[in-house]
């Protein structure tokens, strides 16, 4: 049996194909200011699935209005950022320049790039300098919530 676009099946509640954002995702001030320069596609955490850790994905389509979009902040878990190109004729090039620090140390970043952040590490501000074509970018944690409430201000 093969079922369409999650339309049945004992597994069906794994796959997740529309935006279950959580609630208290930033004030209401935050939101709006995200909505100027991303769109957020999907979102997986332990509230939308049972078990499963976070992950964010998001098109980021504009320089924000503020810089930096978000603050230095660490967590106990571990983190994976990934910025990636929308180009398929040259999937390295960013189209984009991003400066992403980690304990202090800031680097820019022009090309596709996944981040590994051991939980614990002081990470951000990111900034958005530059974006000259749409970038899609995605964000995992290793654990079934994420707790941004001092990045989602």
């Not at 967590?75 to 999937?91: N, V």
Request: hydrophobic share 40%.
């Amino acid at each position: 049996m093969v079922y369409d676009n999650n339309s049945g099946g004992e597994y069906a509640k794994y796959f997740v194909q529309t935006l279950q954002e959580p609630a208290d995702m930033g004030t209401p001030a935050f939101r709006a200011l995200y909505a100027g320069f991303a769109k957020r596609i999907l979102w997986m955490d332990g509230d939308v699935v049972p078990g499963a850790f976070q992950m964010n994905t998001a098109w980021y389509a504009a320089v924000p209005a503020r810089d930096p979009i978000f603050d230095v902040h660490a967590h106990d878990y571990d983190e994976l950022i990934g910025f990636f190109g929308s180009d398929p004729a040259e999937p390295y090039n960013l189209n984009a320049e991003l400066e992403f620090t980690i304990e202090g140390e800031a680097h820019r970043l022009t090309r596709s790039t996944m981040i590994f952040v051991p939980g614990g590490l002081k990470h951000n501000p990111l900034r958005i300098l530059r974006v000259d074509r749409p970038m899609f970018h995605f964000s995992v944690v290793m654990n079934p919530k994420y707790d941004g409430e001092e990045v989602y201000r």
